[in-house]
């Protein structure tokens, strides 16, 4: 699985002009799943990206995690990450797992987020989505899973 997170300020995700979620100070968490990918992949990458020390402390080292400061994760499922552009100028997601497989493994995602004890907000899978945020820093990173483990 793959990962693109964005320590935020806030942010929403709306469908169809409804705001369907939101968080404040946290982490907007874009997520893909590809077509090797399992359960064992999500929980790796939920513990990763909940335990990461990305926020500043009083000295303004990164020292704090998503939990330390309270934060909340706003999830949004995005097959486009597994987009292959070394051939032509079409992106190819043969890589990217096929919907039901990743709807699941999104679910999974955010389960184990949730088992942590974050509060999680998401987006609606296979919609059209809008994504509104306000990037602290900006502070952007990728994650990536391969075979239960991060990479």
């Given at each position: ?53 990305i ?25 486009t ?33 949730r ?5 999680v ?6 919609a ?8 602290n ?15």
């Amino acid at each position: 699985m793959k990962a693109l997170i964005q320590r935020v300020d806030h942010a929403s995700v709306s469908v169809d002009g409804e705001v369907v979620g939101r968080i404040g100070v946290g982490l907007l968490v874009l997520v893909g799943a590809g077509r090797a990918d399992t359960g064992a992949d999500a929980i790796a990458l939920a513990r990763k990206v909940v335990g990461l020390r990305i926020f500043p402390d009083e000295d303004g080292r990164f020292n704090l995690s998503l939990i330390d400061v309270g934060g909340g994760m706003l999830v949004v499922s995005q097959f486009t990450l597994y987009a292959d552009v070394r051939r032509g100028r079409r992106p190819s997601f043969t890589e990217a797992a096929r919907p039901e497989q990743a709807e699941q493994l999104v679910d999974e995602f955010v389960e184990a987020v949730r088992a942590l004890d974050v509060e999680v907000a998401t987006g609606r899978f296979g919609a059209m989505m809008e994504v509104d945020l306000r990037n602290n820093g900006p502070f952007t990173l990728m994650v990536e899973t391969a075979v239960g483990r991060v990479i």
